[in-house]
């Protein structure tokens, strides 16, 4: 059982370093967020940006949405 | 290989969504509410530890209410700490973030409101409330009752609406790692709560105690770590104005903190019961978390390269930052502490304390106050003071560093005596000084907490959202990430990286099962088959006053000093006895194993003690044990030690259980028959430490209080010697004797007004150094003296020439024939206990105890033997003789027992 973590664990390292290593435009996906983060902080510290109140359950769609930004070209 | 123009055009397009449209509104109401709670509840949180640190130098300091008594303040320390503080804090930081993180608001206000009320109403103040009137769970960071545990995992039931969905809303694939940590602390610690709280109810002792362990790393791994980490990882970009280092290496550490902290659990019960196997996967578990650790907190600080100047002038920052580093430190100390080798020696000592308290404080608490600091800035309407902020941080650093420091070479003072063989009071005599300055070191952070909950209600009112002078300065140009960043992944050979993520979410839950299979149902599968085979088909559960004693042990914190698990160590075998197996808690309902030793380990505790030695110390334990930090327990009594309320019988029937189906079941004996190395006869220097703390293998009590291996002691010959041996058995007579025989050794001290029979009047006979050394050796059956044996030789040596002092005239070897008449009556009447030449070996004597007295080795005074002739011995089988003998017949009696006296022995050992 000890061997069954360390090698699970292992592999998934393994793994996503060999992607990390042989496909760049992954890492430019996986760092998108990083930015898109800072974007938000500057857009919510803006006193200026129009501010949108909809803090009640029926002003939400609340159908999970599918998974996203998905699209051939 | 290079990235395609059309990769990256199409992935800007992702980007330009999140970017847009109006703000999401954020409930400021709902922050300002759990940050005033958080901050509430910390400092009353603070207090109760503050409390419980003092009763470790002044254990009567606030000793007769029961509500105030340590065990249950410790527990409302800690579970306030947990969820009143931590759990309020991240809260606030939840309302403030998700909206950002998600361009979404919250769920609802409402439900956000119910949320507040449930956490706050229905959880933290009746947690306290009901642990403190004695309703509570011993099991660590489980001590709410199960009333509470039900709103616990209703909360985090609410906490996946309000806040994940949300989150889950947005495209995953969008997600900053703060998010990602909220959803995985939400959503695991939602599945880890009722493994913790409500298996071990079900699942007895060794058993239960594998999914504790769970939970007790779990606490910490799936609550405090990923919300205290999302905190860090928001912190630091939005001070800096800077994108963190590397999104890849917070997402690795993500996952892999989620894959292995669940599988940590059972390292807290190395050398235990549990399954090796178990117990190693664990061990290897925490030293990939420590691997996991560098490689978080490396990205979190590369995050902060060339922002050390924003570092050091903005204040939430440097609190982010001080986590940060106590988090990396925290968590190679877990690492290290694991090992088997470091583990043996330092488990339930004051370090762990320590390294609880780094974690907590450090780690989580640092990096929340650094958060609430960084947010209440950008709330419009509220008030905040830097230099107080600023001064809040040194206090904390200080009072922290200094505790952490005190408890760390604490617990290392406290492993260094266990290891040896001095008696357990030894080891607490060694920390006092320790946990006073721990007390002391409460103060600063106190006032640190005072002073932040300060800095946040004075100070210039912000009536706009601002970024702070210090980020502005040190910020880069925001067009540096505006320009170069958000990318998305549009094209066809990408698109399986949508995704990745509900794969990596999946693998989170498969290894979070598989940390239940591995260290908890296929370990309890095993033991359960052990259990089979090895339990007595005889053994008794517990009688319904046990087991109400049981439930009385564990509302009062009893298993937070007393371990009852003797692990599979040298040192705690030579000191406890045979290891704990799993079959005897087969019927612990909650396992009540124990996490730290303040206290012996109460596991061999059947026969051990006489009952009114343990009701005596349950009402005032300095009255037998000097130098005694035990909180007393006086509402068990109705006004003195030998007056106990029915809970307090119950209390002493449970602690007179331990132990019993172990040495019932006989196993111990056979072992001892069947084992080729005899049991030590001498004092040899080679193996007397070993002779000396090894507990008997059959129970003094079933032996008559005689033991053939005690050896036999003898004062120095010299007059010299003799008296620097007496006058340092006059100290230790102090420390360990004088509570129950009095400073003057007549049997009048503290607790001889509760102990029956009395403590002996060590002035009204002489004792001979074989009976001395027997005493010591074993202590008396059937009374409330313990055997001493764990003592060194010398200083046993020097009690005996101490005792032997008190009674000044030696007597003489016997020159004189008894008279006729004594030799008569003593024959007819004495003869069957005290045996026919006095030797304490009549053919009754095997069953009374006390033992009767051998008059070879006991010289009392005329005036003692008088007494007890007139009076008897109360607490023994001697009854007095007054109304069977007359005066003359008595006399005659007196003077032919101590004729008896025969130091012969003494002198040719000599």
Redesign the interface.
């Known amino acids: 059982?000890?061997n069954?973590?360390?090698v699970?664990?292992t592999a998934?390292?393994f793994a996503?370093l060999l992607v990390?290593w042989?496909?760049?435009?992954?890492?430019?996906?996986?760092?998108?967020?990083?930015?898109?983060?800072?974007?938000?902080?500057?857009?919510?510290?803006d006193?200026d940006?129009?501010?949108?109140?909809?803090?009640?359950?029926s002003s939400?769609?609340?159908s999970?949405?599918e998974?996203?930004?998905?699209?051939?070209? | 290989m290079t990235v395609s123009t059309q990769n990256v055009r199409g992935l800007e397009d992702r980007a330009n969504t999140q970017g847009s449209g109006a703000l999401p509104s954020i409930e400021y109401d709902l922050i300002r509410a759990h940050v005033f709670a958080s901050l509430v509840t910390l400092v009353i949180s603070a207090l109760f530890g503050i409390l419980v640190a003092t009763k470790f130098t002044f254990p009567d300091f606030l000793g007769g209410h029961a509500w105030l008594t340590w065990g249950r303040l410790r527990y409302n320390h800690t579970q306030g700490i947990f969820f009143g503080w931590l759990g309020n804090a991240f809260l606030a930081f939840f309302y403030y973030v998700v909206p950002r993180l998600a361009n979404r608001p919250v769920l609802s206000r409402a439900l956000g409101w119910f949320l507040f009320v449930v956490w706050n109403f229905a959880v933290v103040l009746p947690g306290w409330v009901l642990v403190a009137a004695g309703f509570s769970q011993p099991l660590e960071w489980a001590e709410f009752p199960l009333v509470v545990d039900a709103f616990v995992v209703l909360a985090f039931v609410l906490m996946v609406f309000e806040f994940v969905l949300p989150i889950l809303k947005a495209r995953l694939s969008d997600l900053y790692v703060s998010g990602w940590y909220i959803i995985g602390g939400i959503i695991f610690t939602m599945l880890a709560y009722p493994v913790g709280n409500f298996i071990p109810e079900l699942v007895p002792g060794a058993r239960g105690a594998a999914f504790s362990g769970l939970w007790i790393h779990d606490a910490v791994g799936l609550f405090v770590t990923p919300f205290a980490v999302a905190i860090a990882y928001y912190v630091i970009p939005a001070t800096t104005h800077r994108p963190i280092f590397s999104h890849f290496l917070s997402m690795v550490g993500f996952w892999l903190l989620f894959f292995i902290y669940p599988l940590n659990g059972t390292h807290h019960y190395v050398y235990s019961a549990i399954p090796m196997s178990a117990q190693k996967g664990a061990i290897v578990a925490s030293a990939y978390l420590g691997m996991d650790v560098i490689l978080v907190v490396t990205n979190l600080l590369l995050s902060l390269r060339g922002n050390s100047g924003t570092a050091s002038k903005d204040v939430p920052l440097r609190f982010v930052w001080f986590g940060v580093i106590a988090y990396l430190v925290v968590s190679l100390q877990g690492s290290v502490q694991a090992l088997m080798p470091v583990n043996r020696f330092i488990h339930f000592t004051d370090w762990v304390i320590g390294h609880s308290h780094l974690a907590m404080i450090g780690f989580g608490s640092f990096v929340a106050l650094g958060g609430i600091a960084h947010m209440w800035q950008r709330i419009p309407g509220t008030r905040y003071n830097e230099r107080m902020t600023n001064w809040s941080f040194w206090f904390l650093a200080v009072g922290l560093t200094l505790m952490v420091a005190d408890l760390t070479i604490a617990g290392l003072v406290e492993a260094q005596v266990w290891q040896s063989s001095s008696p357990w009071i030894d080891s607490v005599r060694a920390v006092e000084s320790y946990w006073l300055v721990r007390t002391l070191s409460g103060l600063p952070i106190l006032a640190g907490f005072l002073l932040f909950w300060t800095s946040l209600v004075t100070g210039p009112k912000r009536t706009l959202v601002i970024t702070s002078a210090a980020s502005r300065v040190a910020s880069a140009d925001p067009a540096e990430f505006e320009n170069v960043a958000p990318v998305s992944v549009r094209s066809r050979s990408t698109s399986w990286l949508s995704y990745a993520h509900v794969v990596a979410f999946g693998a989170g839950v498969g290894f979070f099962a598989l940390s239940f299979i591995v260290l908890a149902i296929i370990p309890g599968k095993q033991l359960e088959r052990e259990i089979k085979q090895a339990a007595p088909v005889t053994m008794a559960s517990l009688t319904a006053s046990e087991q109400r004693g049981r439930i009385i042990y564990g509302r009062e914190g009893c298993a937070y000093c007393h371990t009852q698990q003797i692990r599979f160590l040298e040192a705690d075998v030579r000191r406890f006895g045979p290891p704990t197996e799993a079959w005897e808690t087969k019927y612990d309902y909650p396992q009540l194993w124990g996490t730290r030793r303040i206290g012996p380990d109460l596991s061999r505790e059947f026969n051990l003690r006489s009952r009114d030695w343990q009701l005596t110390h349950l009402y005032n334990p300095r009255l037998v044990v000097q130098d005694s930090v035990m909180p007393p327990y006086p509402w068990l009594f109705d006004g003195g030690p030998n007056q106990p309320t029915q809970e307090g019988l119950d209390v002493l029937a449970y602690l007179q259980s331990l132990g019993r189906a172990r040495q019932l079941s006989g196993f111990d004996r056979q072992r001892l028959a069947s084992s080729a190395e005899p049991e030590a006869l001498d004092m040899a220097p080679s193996t007397e430490p070993l002779a000396r703390a090894t507990p008997p293998a059959v129970p003094i009590a079933m032996v008559g209080g005689y033991s053939l291996s005690a050896p036999v002691l003898h004062p120095e010959a010299d007059q010299d010697g003799l008296q620097e041996e007496v006058s340092r058995g006059g100290a230790l007579f102090d420390a360990n004797c004088a509570s129950c025989h009095g400073s003057a050794g007549r049997g009048d001290g503290k607790a001889s007004a509760s102990l029956l029979p009395k403590p002996a009047n060590l002035t009204a006979a002489h004792f001979s150094d074989e009976r001395l050394s027997s005493v010591l050796w074993n202590g008396i059956a059937g009374s409330a003296m313990p055997p001493w044996r764990q003592l060194p030789t010398e200083d046993l040596r020097a009690l005996i020439a101490y005792i032997q002092s008190l009674n000044a005239p030696r007597a003489t070897p016997r020159m004189q024939e008894a008279a006729g008449l004594g030799k008569t009556l003593f024959a007819a009447a004495c003869a069957s206990c005290h045996g026919a030449t006095g030797e304490g070996n009549g053919p009754a004597a095997g069953a009374v105890a006390p033992a009767p007295t051998n008059f070879h080795l006991k010289k009392p005074t005329e005036e003692r033997a008088w007494d007890v002739l007139e009076n008897g011995v109360q607490g023994t089988a001697m009854p007095p003789w007054r109304n069977q003998l007359n005066a003359d017949e008595r006399h005659a009696l007196v003077e032919f027992v101590r004729s008896l006296y025969d130091p012969a022995q003494e002198s040719e050992g000599r």
């Open positions: 059982m000890i069954l973590i360390v699970l664990t998934v390292m996503l990390w042989r496909w760049p435009v992954f890492r430019l996906w996986i760092e998108a967020p990083k930015y898109s983060m800072l974007r938000q902080e500057s857009r919510f510290n006193p940006t129009e501010r949108e109140s909809a803090t009640n359950l939400i769609d609340t999970i949405s998974h996203p930004q998905v699209s051939g070209d």
